[in-house]
T-cell receptor, first 116, second 110 residues
Framework: ETGVTQSPTHLIKTRGQQVTLRCSSQSGHNTVSWYQQALGQGPQFIFQYYREEENGRGNFPPRFSGLQFPNYSSELNVNALELDDSALYLC???????????????FGPGTRLTVL | DAKTTQPPSMDCAEGRAANLPCNHSTISGNEYVYWYRQIHSQGPQYIIHGLKNNETNEMASLIITEDRKSSTLILPHATLRDTAVYYCIVRYSGNTPLVFGKGTRLSVIA
C-alpha cells in the first residue's frame, strides 16, 4: 500500500505568478483534501474533491482552484500569487464510505511554497 | 474556528507517560474526537479517534470524559521521536474537513 505523495517538495515563485501542486492519493482512496499551513499555525482547509467534483471549500478566494483526476490524484492551482501565499501546502486522502461512517485523513509530506 | 482548547506546550521525560489534555465543551452528540500529530516540517499523522468510549491502539490511548467535554491523549512510554505538535480536533463523521487549532507542542526530554 503506497502512501500519499506530493510534488514538488519545495518551490520558489515570484508575486503574480501561477503555481500547480500535485498530489497522489493513498491506494484505494477516492477523496482528496487540500490544506494550507502558514508558519507557526495549524493547517487550514482549502477544499476537498470527491470523484472529480469539488465537495466543500474553506475561506479561500477563487484564485485557489483544483482538479481531481479519474485515478483520484489531484492538483492545486494558485493564480496571481501573493506574498501571504507562502506556506506549506498539504494534501490528505481518505476513503468516503457510504452511510457517513467516520474515516481518517492521511496526509502527504507537503509542498513548501515560497513567494518572493 | 477550532472547537478545542489545548495547552500551548508541555514537557515529558523520556520513558514516562505523556498525558495531553483537550477541552471541547461545545462538542455535539455525533462529533468525534480526533488526534493528529505533526513532527517538524512533515504532514500531520493520524493517531487515534473516538466518540464516547475510551480507545487504545498501538500508538496511544484516548480517554474521553463521560460528559464528553474533555479528553486526554496518553502516550504510555514517550520517546524522543514523540516530540511533535499534537492537535485535538472534533469532527462529524464522514468526510468533513479537519479544523486545526494551534495544538500542543510536546517536548520529550532525555
Amino acid at each position: 500500500e503506497t502512501g500519499v505523495t506530493q510534488s514538488p517538495t519545495h518551490l520558489i515563485k515570484t508575486r503574480g505568478q501561477q503555481v500547480t501542486l500535485r498530489c497522489s492519493s493513498q491506494s484505494g482512496h477516492n477523496t482528496v483534501s487540500w490544506y494550507q499551513q502558514a508558519l507557526g499555525q495549524g493547517p487550514q482547509f482549502i477544499f476537498q474533491y470527491y470523484r472529480e467534483e469539488e465537495n466543500g471549500r474553506g475561506n479561500f478566494p477563487p484564485r485557489f482552484s483544483g482538479l481531481q483526476f479519474p485515478n483520484y490524484s489531484s492538483e492545486l492551482n494558485v493564480n496571481a500569487l501573493e506574498l501571504d501565499d507562502s506556506a506549506l501546502y498539504l494534501c490528505a486522502s481518505s476513503l468516503d464510505l457510504t452511510g457517513g461512517r467516520d474515516n481518517e485523513q492521511f496526509f502527504g509530506p507537503g509542498t513548501r511554497l515560497t513567494v518572493l | 474556528d477550532a472547537k478545542t482548547t489545548q495547552p500551548p506546550s508541555m514537557d515529558c521525560a523520556e520513558g514516562r507517560a505523556a498525558n495531553l489534555p483537550c477541552n471541547h465543551s461545545t462538542i455535539s452528540g455525533n462529533e468525534y474526537v480526533y488526534w493528529y500529530r505533526q513532527i517538524h516540517s512533515q504532514g500531520p499523522q493520524y493517531i487515534i479517534h473516538g466518540l464516547k468510549n475510551n480507545e487504545t491502539n498501538e500508538m496511544a490511548s484516548l480517554i474521553i470524559t463521560e460528559d464528553r467535554k474533555s479528553s486526554t491523549l496518553i502516550l504510555p512510554h514517550a520517546t524522543l521521536r514523540d516530540t511533535a505538535v499534537y492537535y485535538c480536533i472534533v469532527r462529524y463523521s464522514g468526510n468533513t474537513p479537519l479544523v486545526f487549532g494551534k495544538g500542543t507542542r510536546l517536548s520529550v526530554i532525555a
